[in-house]
């Protein structure tokens, strides 16, 4: 008996099939080289919620680490840049622009995270935009750990795609 992921020339393919496993079911990368360049761009984002009282002192300029926000947001941009090292089945890609931001957010307290990433090749900058904000929201935690432990990192999503086979992609 065939797994169920198995390419079986008797049946059309499967829209399910998932791509990152071979015929015998092993993970594999999946092969972009008869795919088109293209301009690709995603935008992800997150939120590091937190109390009132270490929202305050990271916008103060007082956390015991030093700059917070920026040193997430350099972390941010960073870890896009390291995207293929960190997610196994990543292809390294050419990125062309990488934007982090951290916003505060009065009303949760704490920061909402958004990243852009663009490239022009063959496979989409989701998991680089993806990275980006996970990344800047550890940091985030990191440099303010010493004010509380007490923060939580929610919400990493991706907001938005454009190029590629698949087509464009916006978040509700």
């Keep these: 008996m065939k797994p169920p992921f ?6 059309p393919p499967n829209p399910y099939q998932l791509s990152h496993l ?9 092969d972009v080289s008869e795919k088109s360049v293209t301009h690709r761009q995603a935008i992800a984002s997150g939120q590091v919620r937190m109390d009132r009282a270490t929202f305050d002192q990271i916008q103060a300029g007082n956390a015991p ?4 926000l920026g040193t997430a947001r350099l972390a941010g941009i960073l870890g896009a840049k390291q995207t293929s090292g960190l997610i196994p089945l990543c292809h390294p890609l050419p990125l062309h622009k990488i934007d982090v931001e951290i916003l505060p957010d009065e009303e949760l307290p704490g920061y909402r995270i958004l990243a852009e990433v663009r490239t022009k090749a063959e496979t989409g900058v989701e998991m680089e935009a993806l990275t ?5 929201a550890l940091t985030l935690y990191d ?5 509380s432990k007490a923060i939580e990192i929610e919400s990493i999503r991706l907001e938005r795609k454009t190029g590629g086979k698949s087509g464009d992609y916006r978040a509700d």
């Design 132 to 136: 980006a904000v996970s990344v800047a």
């Design 22 to 30: 071979d015929a015998e079911g092993q993970a594999r990368m999946v």
């Design 65 to 68: 680490k030093g700059d917070v």
């Design 143 to 147: 440099m303010a750990k010493a004010l």
């Design 6 to 11: 198995q390419k079986n020339s008797e049946n």
